[in-house]
């Protein structure tokens, strides 16, 4: 077992969930219940990295990354150093690929809040924020358990937009699944064994939980 | 309406042209009752949402407890929260992670923490529902949820009720019950209550007054009784479900106005206002059939004579249909089953009636520019 690693990716996952679940809640609960222009584009976007090779995802990723690029010319500017190749770089890589995987479920645990509840908490005095922590956040945790669940399962292994963006720098950007791949390269066979037996373990748990809340989600309130 | 009751009650008057056509005026004094009628789409809803705060029209004002909620000139729209409104949903829309007592806590938040449950468990009690406080929506039967869905509304202490189809969910029996206990407690409600519901039945037997809506206009408000008998158009007769609408004339000559309908001179209870062809209603409880067998009392009062078209059974009682030579529109009432059988009426027999003349109720022919709102939407 390969302990770095396995630190590099749960520091990975852990900030990843972190930071996708503020964002996906807002986008989520805005895809769910606003209606604006630009809404089914805004959706085929979040949707992009399910459908997109991860290599590719990663190619473009590296050229925005850059230093000749705009957005990696900003962030040089803001930060004073680069992307690629750096735990930053990884980090917001695995914020745009995780991206479906934290919407999509909260979006779904949105839509299933009648707009009437949302409307009957207001009329009973309830203000915006109140509304969301005292009706809507309640009805929709299912939800956002199940996204926090999927994004720190595909956050671990997670590998072909890793390795194009980060490379496999020890201690920074070489994930467990990383890992696993050099130790199969290196006919390692056991050391890869072990580490494919964790990440088969965490996904396992992950389905259970994703599928146990949604079971009881269904249940609970009809 | 004295100044006063102007002050303390709900006044509405809305302005839309798009997307939900609106041209509404009512008011509705505290304590009082009003039902909004109309078929689907004729606004209702969207006219109860205006008033809660939900829908924002183009333009109106609406004021409630001396509070402006509305006022479009003035560029004034209370949200939800600060319009201290109750609304029963449809659909109740309680909150299914909260349980009875939690739904109607939720809704105090005017009220200091620490009374909130005593006066919860008290507004509970009051629609009836004393020991069920911990049961969550799921647990609770149409009916219930219904009560708990008026427990938090009036928990609100709201400057007025407003009730969307509240008994549409119910079974019959249920429906029943509800409305007693709402007339019931209707009593204690010093506020403006506000109903909407498309059931006649109901919005006469629950309402002080009925607004008969179409199309987002409101086209006559009055007491049921005085509605259903002086419709103020043939549109409000159509809407409120009543058939004899004639066309005819108001003729006057030496001092006496009649109504002239085909050959037949009406008299009519009260001097009409209007001359002219006229449209006019009359209702089928002031439609007398003549005894076939005897001459009877009364037969002198407009008698008209037509031929029975169509006559369906209705357990105890039977609808008649007359139709006349001079006209396509055709009469109905209803009289005692027995009695129809005792006169021996059949489809295509020939009989007279008596047209009360308390019951011709002449309205002014439609101008052209007015005939718009037939048109469907």
Redesign the interface.
Known sequence: MEWTALGVSLRLALATCLLLLPLGLWLGRALATRRFRGKALCEALVALPLVMPPTVLGFYLLLAFGAEAPFGAFWQRLTGSGLNFTFGGILLASLVVNLPFAVQPIQRAFEGV?T??R?????????PWQTLW??EL??VWPGVISALALTFAHTLGEFGVILMVGGAIDGETRTLAIAIYDRVQAFDESGAAVMSAMLLAVSFVTIGVVYGLARRRGG??? | MSEAMAESGLLVRLEQAAPIPLAVDLHCAPGELLALVGPSGSGKTTLLRAL???YRPAGGRIRCAGETWLDTEAGVCL???RR????V?Q?Y?????LSALQNVM??M??RGAGEREALAREWLARVRLAGLENR???QLSGGQKQRVAVA??LA?EPRALLLDEPFSAVDQVTRRRLQRELALLRESIEIPIVLVTHDLDEAAALADRLCVLHNGRSLQSAPPERLFRRPASPEVARLLDKHNVFEGEIREAAGDAWLQWGPWRLRLATPPAVRGPVHWYIPPSDVLLHRRDRPSRGERENPVEGSVSEMVVLGGITLITLSFPHTRDSLRFEIATHAARRNGLARGEAVTVSLLAAGLHPMPRKSQGESDDDQPS
Do not use: K, M, N, V
């Open positions: 009648p009437h509840l409307e009957a908490a207001w009329c009973s005095g309830l203000s005292r009706i309640p009805l609970t309130y009809e | 809660a705060g939900l949200s939800p929260q201290r409104i109750g609304l949903f659909d829309a309680l909150f299914p992670h939720l809704a938040g005017h969550y929506p799921a938090r509304a609100r």
